[in-house]
């Protein structure tokens, strides 16, 4: 009998773990995207209350996302090319290097917020701020230098089962019946706009496509049906735990976050539990996507400048551009050491200023998509030009009204 079970759960380990090795860069991307700023911003919009609003434009941007990540694997499996190769090659080597810079500073900004969240979560658990600093930033950096993607994908993928700490988070609020019907309730008023803005930037940035179209051109993608199945996966966990974290949002407290560490607020709220769970959530959520996020920004600028590219599965923290990768999380650790930063802000603005370019990152992406001589048997469809012209719009509108707002 001891033999049977043994058999047995060995069995079930290695099916687990070939599930993990199964998952792909669509599945990191996704999961990524559910950064600690984000995670900030989603706690932030939930505790605003509104949730009808909130709830329902994560849905319905889980098709937009789809639509917009299964365009950029069709791109990146008609060319097997990087990305900025491809629009240096349409609209030229200018544009391309423009476009990485200002993506660049943009990642930039989301990686501030990473580290905050990463720092929150270790001040929470009594490591001083500075020193929780460095060890972030350490960890970080020692995953990043790894020298091919496909081990770090790995080894994310496999540390990304630390974000369902926000499910039991959750779970042990017990809200009463008037905090569900206040969280429910909420009327439209002048901050859902640029709430939504947020969100939707948190939903689908341009730095996923980036990821999407490297990961097919280092090997990482056998296939359109395989890549399709992956980010189907991922958008479902992404919209998943988003809901999760906007919940808690809305029913841990009758207040909006407040304060340089939105954790000690959960606390205040919530219980020390909850806010023990989130804060696990919250780190891994931070250390994920500071991982894959630099990872696609080193990319990028190392395809838009440089004329020799590395091997394929090479990580692009190799070569002469790692002095960029390692500065580049130094100078958005540092930050981080400020004193007065207003972290709410921070990530709700870092999550819309994504948002902000994104009709420019996709009125690119759907210039090449329909080009025959790139695309070949891949060329975008009519009916699928004129859905990523709608979102393109609706991109624009919820700019401009949140703005306006």
């Given at each position: 009998?001891?033999?049977?079970?043994?058999?047995?759960?060995?069995?079930?380990?290695?099916?687990?773990?070939?599930?993990?090795?199964?998952?792909?860069?669509?599945?990191?991307?996704?999961?990524?995207?559910?950064?600690?700023?984000?995670?900030?911003?989603?706690?932030?919009?939930?505790?605003?209350?509104?949730?009808?609003?909130?709830?329902?434009?994560?849905?319905?941007?889980?098709?937009?996302?789809?639509?917009?990540?299964?365009?950029?694997?069709?791109?990146?499996?008609?060319?097997?090319?990087?990305?900025?190769?491809?629009?240096?090659?349409?609209f030229g080597s200018g544009t391309?290097?423009?476009?990485?810079?200002?993506?660049?500073?943009?990642?930039?900004?989301?990686?501030?917020?990473?580290?905050?969240?990463?720092?929150?979560?270790?001040?929470?658990?009594?490591?001083?701020?500075?020193?929780?600093?460095?060890?972030?930033?350490?960890?970080?950096?020692?995953?990043?230098?790894?020298?091919?993607?496909?081990?770090?994908?790995?080894?994310?993928?496999?540390?990304?089962?630390?974000?369902?700490?926000?499910?039991?988070?959750?779970?042990?609020?017990?809200?009463?019946?008037?905090?569900?019907?206040?969280?429910?309730?909420?009327?439209?008023?002048?901050?859902?706009?640029?709430?939504?803005?947020?969100?939707?930037?948190?939903?689908?940035?341009?730095?996923?496509?980036?990821?999407?179209?490297?990961?097919?051109?280092?090997?990482?993608?056998?296939?359109?049906?395989?890549?399709?199945?992956?980010?189907?996966?991922?958008?479902?966990?992404?919209?998943?735990?988003?809901?999760?974290?906007?919940?808690?949002?809305?029913?841990?407290?009758?207040?909006?976050?407040?304060?340089?560490?939105?954790?000690?607020?959960?606390?205040?709220?919530?219980?020390?539990?909850?806010?023990?769970?989130?804060?696990?959530?919250?780190?891994?959520?931070?250390?994920?996507?500071?991982?894959?996020?630099?990872?696609?920004?080193?990319?990028?600028?190392?395809?838009?400048?440089?004329?020799?590219?590395?091997?394929?599965?090479?990580?692009?923290?190799?070569?002469?551009?790692?002095?960029?990768?390692?500065?580049?999380?130094?100078?958005?650790?540092?930050?981080?050491?400020?004193?007065?930063?207003?972290?709410?802000?921070?990530?709700?603005?870092?999550?819309?200023?994504?948002?902000?370019?994104?009709?420019?990152?996709?009125?690119?992406?759907?210039?090449?998509?329909?080009?025959?001589?790139?695309?070949?048997?891949?060329v975008m469809p009519r009916r699928?030009?004129?859905?990523?012209?709608?979102?393109?719009?609706?991109?624009?509108?919820?700019?401009?009204?949140?703005?306006?707002?």
């Amino acid at each position: 009998m001891t033999t049977g079970k043994s058999a047995t759960s060995h069995f079930f380990i290695r099916r687990i773990l070939l599930w993990f090795l199964a998952l792909g860069p669509g599945v990191l991307g996704m999961v990524a995207d559910n950064d600690a700023g984000g995670m900030l911003s989603y706690l932030v919009t939930g505790s605003h209350n509104h949730l009808p609003w909130f709830v329902l434009a994560l849905f319905i941007m889980a098709p937009i996302t789809f639509l917009i990540q299964d365009l950029a694997l069709k791109v990146a499996l008609a060319t097997h090319l990087p990305y900025s190769q491809i629009i240096a090659h349409k609209f030229g080597s200018g544009t391309a290097k423009f476009n990485a810079i200002i993506l660049h500073l943009l990642n930039m900004m989301i990686l501030i917020t990473e580290f905050i969240g990463m720092t929150s979560a270790l001040d929470f658990w009594g490591v001083p701020w500075n020193r929780g600093l460095i060890a972030s930033f350490l960890v970080v950096l020692a995953v990043t230098l790894f020298r091919h993607v496909r081990q770090m994908e790995h080894l994310l993928l496999m540390l990304a089962v630390a974000n369902l700490a926000f499910i039991p988070a959750l779970f042990l609020l017990h809200p009463s019946i008037h905090t569900w019907h206040k969280a429910l309730s909420g009327g439209f008023n002048h901050h859902i706009p640029f709430l939504l803005l947020s969100l939707a930037g948190n939903a689908i940035t341009p730095w996923m496509i980036f990821w999407q179209q490297n990961a097919v051109w280092a090997g990482n993608v056998k296939n359109l049906s395989s890549g399709q199945k992956d980010i189907r996966t991922g958008i479902l966990a992404q919209v998943f735990i988003a809901t999760v974290v906007i919940l808690i949002g809305a029913l841990a407290a009758p207040v909006a976050v407040s304060g340089r560490n939105p954790l000690l607020w959960l606390q205040h709220y919530g219980g020390t539990t909850v806010a023990g769970l989130f804060a696990v959530g919250l780190f891994d959520a931070g250390f994920l996507a500071a991982s894959t996020i630099s990872v696609s920004s080193a990319w990028m600028v190392q395809e838009a400048f440089s004329q020799k590219l590395l091997e394929p599965n090479t990580s692009p923290t190799q070569g002469r551009f790692s002095i960029l990768h390692i500065a580049t999380l130094s100078v958005t650790a540092a930050v981080v050491l400020s004193p007065h930063l207003p972290t709410a802000s921070l990530a709700l603005w870092s999550q819309a200023l994504g948002a902000l370019w994104m009709p420019i990152t996709l009125a690119m992406l759907g210039l090449i998509a329909r080009d025959p001589q790139i695309m070949g048997q891949m060329v975008m469809p009519r009916r699928r030009q004129f859905l990523l012209g709608s979102v393109i719009s609706l991109f624009v509108g919820l700019a401009v009204f949140s703005l306006v707002s």
